[in-house]
């Protein structure tokens, strides 16, 4: 469906055009994300930044989540996953311990160039290069929202339809371009799906800044 990213992004930006009026934050949840979230700030002529979030990896199944961290101390875990799979207390403390300490060392590195976006009273635009769960976004939607984000928009590639049904109770609109069924993963949309690296984030992070001053900060 798509080349890579860039491409996925710029489609994506077309798809947000009637955007441009409302002067939103656009914001990239890393890695995959920031080089989708880059091609539509660029587009709508707005600020570009990251929302730091950590997904819950089940114990032994990482990639399957039970739930996702954020920064602000937001917190979302999938009880029913948790108990339908036996996840002890125990474990899901180590697990949220560790995904504390990486999400700590992502800000660290991300922001170590600039300060977050300003947020409060803003509209916002959460980009992902795809969505699998929807664990991970919406605990990016509750720390947007913390964070003082109104409306809070999610905006992505690819997802199944029934992950934006659970996400449309949380955000105020869900965008999604393509809705592939049955839908396997998130790389099946794209050709190039290489992994983006820290340094690519920071890269674009770093380019943004020095190419965009916000009018409405």
Known sequence: MFTDRIDAGRRLAERLASYVTLRPVVLGLPRGGVPV??????????????????????????????????EGDVRYVDWNVVSELGVSAAQ???????????????AAKFRAEGSRAELQGRMVIIVDDGIATGSTALAAVKVAR????????????????????????????????????????????YLDFEQTSDDEVARILRLSRSEHVDPAA
């Open 146 to 189: 913390a964070l003082g984000a109104h409306p809070v928009v999610v905006a992505t590639p690819v997802a199944p339809a029934d992950t934006l049904e659970r996400l449309h109770g949380v955000a105020d609109e869900v965008i999604a371009l393509e809705t592939p069924s049955p839908f396997y993963a998130v790389g099946q949309a």
């Open 92 to 106: 899901l403390s180590r697990v949220v311990e560790r995904e504390q300490t990486e999400l700590q060392n992502r």
């Open 37 to 70: 979230a880059a091609e539509v700030a660029k587009a709508l002529k707005a600020p570009l930044d990251i929302i730091l979030v950590r997904k819950l990896g089940l114990p032994g199944h990482s990639e399957y989540a039970m739930g996702a961290i954020g």
